[in-house]
């Protein structure tokens, strides 16, 4: 009986030891899909450095009234997530020929979210023909955000006026 016991205790053994390692497997598999997952969040989200090349969705838009900068729209000028691009960016938009160009980030908007612009086109027949296009974007400026900027940059008292030569004046002479 001693040796039938032995056994079974060898066969449960095991048979715990193949569920401990299947459920180990397990929880290492979701957790490394999770974190490829968070990863492609992340970089998503992630503010581009100076210089940095990636890759939009672009669509266009023709009407609208004063921009999220206090501007009238006009060509050149596109929206774009400010928490990724914040206005007064300055981007080159590289890979539709007769859109390639500087644009400066002027505009926000709720439907502009994550890794999408929205290009200022003054023909509306023409933005709509453009539709939605992959572009490769290059940062070229990041423009100001007022959540990161702080009071302390600004200086505490007026500069000092300075005083040009008047034209005839004892300067001039």
């Given at each position: ?80 997530d400010p928490a990724l691009l ?88």
């Open positions: 009986m001693t040796q039938v016991t032995a056994r079974w205790h060898h066969v449960v053994a095991t048979a715990i030891g193949a569920i401990v390692i299947a459920l180990l497997y397990q929880v290492t598999a979701v957790d490394s899909r999770y974190a490829a997952r968070q990863a492609v969040l992340r970089e998503a989200s992630a503010v581009p450095s100076p210089g940095a090349r990636l890759r939009f969705s672009a669509t266009a838009y023709c009407k609208g009234e004063v921009t999220a900068s206090g501007v009238w729209p006009r060509t050149g000028v596109a929206a774009a914040p206005v007064g960016s300055v981007i080159q938009v590289i890979g539709q020929p007769q859109y390639t160009g500087i644009y400066t980030i002027m505009d926000t908007g709720p439907m502009v979210q994550g890794r999408h612009i929205d290009l200022y086109m003054w023909s509306c027949t023409e933005a709509l023909a453009f539709g939605r296009r992959a572009v490769d974007v290059t940062v070229l400026r990041l423009g100001w955000n007022p959540r990161t900027s702080t009071s302390g940059l600004l200086p505490s008292r007026p500069l000092p006026q300075t005083t040009l030569p008047t034209p005839g004046g004892p300067a001039a002479r």
